[in-house]
Nanobody, 127 residues
């Protein structure tokens, strides 16, 4: 049974940094893409970043490029999202997700490419 458990969310001020973690269990993820999405109340889920686990090839949304960094630790089976220069508009719930890789990394900006989802962690950035 695959489980994804996010942690690391919290309340910070604009300009601060935060690192989210996603502990993955239940299978090996070498043939998978792991991603981060976020969703504000009443809005659609938005792609943030993705990483192909076996090659570390990454993909970012334009809104976070240059500020956020996605990475993974194979030994710990843990996905990270380092968030720097946070803005109030980054405030929302962040979810990690996993899906088997095929095709192109660029298609992993779509949530339907992912089979497994975590429960989410809240990030609040005050101005």
């Amino acid at each position: 049974q695959v489980q994804l458990v996010e942690s690391g969310g919290g309340l910070v001020q604009a300009g601060d940094s935060l690192r989210l973690s996603c502990a993955a269990s239940g299978r090996t993820f070498s043939g998978y893409v792991m991603g981060w999405f976020r969703q504000a109340p009443g809005k659609e889920r938005e792609f943030v970043a993705a990483i192909r686990w076996s090659t570390a090839v990454t993909l970012y949304a334009d809104s976070v490029k240059g500020r956020f960094t996605i990475s993974g630790d194979n030994a710990k089976n843990t996905l990270y999202l380092q968030m720097n220069s946070l803005k109030p508009e980054d405030t929302t719930v962040y979810y990690c997700a996993a899906g088997p890789y095929y095709g192109s990394i660029y298609s992993y900006s779509r949530q339907e490419r992912y089979d497994y989802w975590g429960q989410g962690t809240q990030v609040t950035v005050s101005s």
